[in-house]
């Protein structure tokens, strides 16, 4: 166990791999909020310039990453005078991840934030793990390499951060964890009446603020279906010791039942800055400048099964979690293509769905022996999808 967090302790050293993007910029603020407690070692972004070179005066980084190559003169002559280190390109980010720091943001969105995310793992150092897809495609040798090095990875995904924080960590009589989810914007329209969604429609989360894709990831139930994925691993559980139900409140984030009856839950308002402070003081806790929960309000909290017929990426998750391989990375990686499509206007909203379950029938199982394995299942299925997509304009 870490010793107890303090503001009055020497600053702790973090770096935020994708802080432009939305637990980046939420984490950023968290940072603002408690300048004395917290130095900036170095801040990624992938094509965000302007915002990264704001984010780097304004914090003092030690470094500053664009991943696009073709944007480093910008970040170097918007950073010029400054002190401030800066580099481009995919190596650059990943030597960043690298950096010596007490605490490592891991935000890169989709299986890009990887090969960063398992190296800042291999430095042994604290690591908040916001990029979802680094376990749900490459879990067991993420999880490995988290016992080899030492390192401590804490959830940020506002589901697994509630389990995490009344999971016993012994493990003693844990029955099943039930993560919760809001239901996205079309929760109560039936798949016929999907026809037609925009993508202004399908980023309007009914009760977070959350980036493009992931909220697609939520209209489609696809982020649940992941993180179903991401779960298995996170807390090694059997696919039948995960539930999800759907809670359109976003109060109750998520339970863990015991076999004693007793269901343990976090609640808190739906902000990501609270999952957010606690990896960043873990063990301890600092306030938040998020949103709090006021209980003196009438609170409805209501819970109901999920229709895994209406969203089926939930059936196709646990198909995935039950073959292993490289069955997780594959859908992954069709989503991404998907939705990419769908952002773009080339497809239908209800076609990421489907393209995600012809991908998976298009491409035979494969065992998995290492890292390369995964960056080919996930290559090999973006090719398919990319094809299904062509198809389907």
Same mark, same amino acid.
């Given at each position: 166990?870490?010793?107890a967090?303090?503001?009055d302790?020497?600053?702790?050293?973090? +770096?935020?791999?994708?802080?432009?993007?939305?637990?980046?910029?939420?984490?950023?603020?968290?940072?603002k909020?408690h300048r004395?407690?917290?130095?900036?070692?170095?801040? +990624?972004a992938h094509?965000?310039?302007?915002?990264?070179?704001?984010?780097?005066?304004?914090?003092?980084?030690?470094l500053?990453?664009?991943?696009d190559?073709?944007?480093?003169?910008?970040?170097?002559s918007?950073?010029?005078?400054?002190g401030?280190?800066?580099?481009?390109?995919?190596?650059?980010?990943?030597?960043a991840?690298? *950096?010596?720091?007490?605490?490592t943001?891991?935000?890169?969105?989709?299986?890009?934030?990887?090969?960063?995310?398992?190296?800042?793992?291999k *430095?042994? !150092?604290?690591?908040?793990?916001a990029?979802?897809?680094?376990?749900?495609c490459?879990?067991?040798?993420?999880m490995?390499?988290?016992?080899?090095?030492?390192?401590?990875?804490?959830?940020?995904?506002?589901?697994?951060?509630?389990? &995490?924080?009344?999971?016993?960590?012994?493990? !003693?009589?844990?029955?099943?964890?039930?993560?919760?989810?809001?239901g996205?914007?079309f929760?109560?329209?039936?798949?016929?009446?999907?026809?037609?969604?925009?993508?202004?429609?399908?980023?309007?989360?009914?009760?977070?603020?959350?980036?493009?894709?992931?909220?697609i990831?939520?209209?489609?139930?696809?982020?649940?279906?992941?993180?179903?994925?991401?779960?298995?691993?996170?807390f090694?559980?059997k696919?039948k *010791?995960?539930d999800v139900?759907?809670?359109?409140?976003?109060?109750?984030?998520?339970?863990?039942?015991?076999?004693?009856?007793?269901?343990?839950?976090?609640?808190?308002a739906?902000?990501?800055?609270?999952?957010?402070?606690? +990896?960043?003081?873990?063990?301890?806790?600092?306030? +938040?400048?998020?949103?709090?929960?006021?209980?003196?309000?009438?609170?409805?909290?209501a819970?109901?099964?999920?229709?895994?017929?209406? &969203?089926?990426?939930i059936?196709?998750?646990?198909?995935?979690?039950?073959?292993?391989?490289?069955?997780?990375?594959?859908?992954?990686?069709?989503?991404?293509v998907?939705?990419?499509?769908?952002?773009?206007?080339?497809?239908? &909203?209800?076609?990421?769905?489907?393209?995600?379950?012809?991908?998976?029938q298009?491409?035979?199982?494969?065992?998995?022996?290492?890292?390369?394995?995964?960056?080919?299942a996930?290559?090999?299925?973006?090719?398919?999808?990319?094809?299904?997509?062509?198809?389907?304009?």
């Amino acid at each position: 166990m870490q010793p107890a967090f303090s503001l009055d302790a020497a600053p702790k050293t973090v +770096t935020i791999l994708g802080s432009t993007g939305s637990v980046g910029r939420s984490t950023v603020d968290l940072i603002k909020g408690h300048r004395n407690a917290f130095q900036v070692q170095a801040l +990624t972004a992938h094509k965000n310039v302007d915002l990264l070179a704001e984010q780097a005066r304004e914090l003092g980084a030690q470094l500053a990453v664009i991943g696009d190559e073709a944007l480093y003169p910008a970040l170097k002559s918007a950073l010029a005078g400054t002190g401030i280190r800066t580099a481009a390109g995919e190596k650059a980010v990943i030597e960043a991840a690298a *950096q010596p720091s007490d605490w490592t943001m891991a935000a890169i969105v989709g299986a890009a934030g990887m090969k960063a995310t398992l190296e800042a793992i291999k *430095q042994g !150092r604290t690591v908040a793990l916001a990029n979802k897809e680094s376990l749900v495609c490459a879990g067991p040798f993420m999880m490995e390499a988290v016992r080899k090095s030492g390192a401590v990875l804490l959830p940020v995904d506002s589901e697994h951060n509630a389990v &995490f924080q009344v999971f016993d960590a012994e493990r !003693r009589g844990i029955k099943r964890i039930i993560l919760t989810a809001s239901g996205g914007p079309f929760l109560r329209r039936s798949r016929a009446e999907l026809v037609g969604i925009t993508p202004e429609e399908a980023v309007k989360h009914p009760t977070w603020a959350m980036g493009a894709k992931i909220s697609i990831d939520s209209a489609t139930m696809m982020n649940k279906s992941l993180e179903i994925i991401e779960a298995a691993y996170l807390f090694n559980l059997k696919n039948k *010791q995960i539930d999800v139900l759907i809670h359109p409140q976003s109060i109750v984030h998520s339970m863990v039942e015991y076999i004693d009856g007793s269901i343990l839950s976090q609640m808190g308002a739906p902000d990501m800055r609270t999952p957010i402070a606690y +990896t960043m003081a873990w063990p301890d806790r600092i306030k +938040t400048t998020g949103d709090t929960l006021d209980l003196k309000q009438k609170l409805n909290l209501a819970f109901e099964p999920i229709d895994t017929e209406r &969203f089926y990426a939930i059936k196709l998750a646990r198909q995935a979690l039950e073959a292993g391989g490289g069955r997780p990375a594959v859908l992954n990686a069709a989503n991404e293509v998907a939705v990419e499509a769908f952002l773009a206007r080339k497809i239908a &909203f209800s076609a990421i769905e489907e393209i995600a379950d012809k991908t998976l029938q298009k491409l035979p199982p494969k065992p998995i022996s290492g890292l390369e394995d995964v960056f080919a299942a996930d290559s090999e299925a973006r090719s398919i999808a990319a094809t299904l997509v062509t198809a389907l304009k």
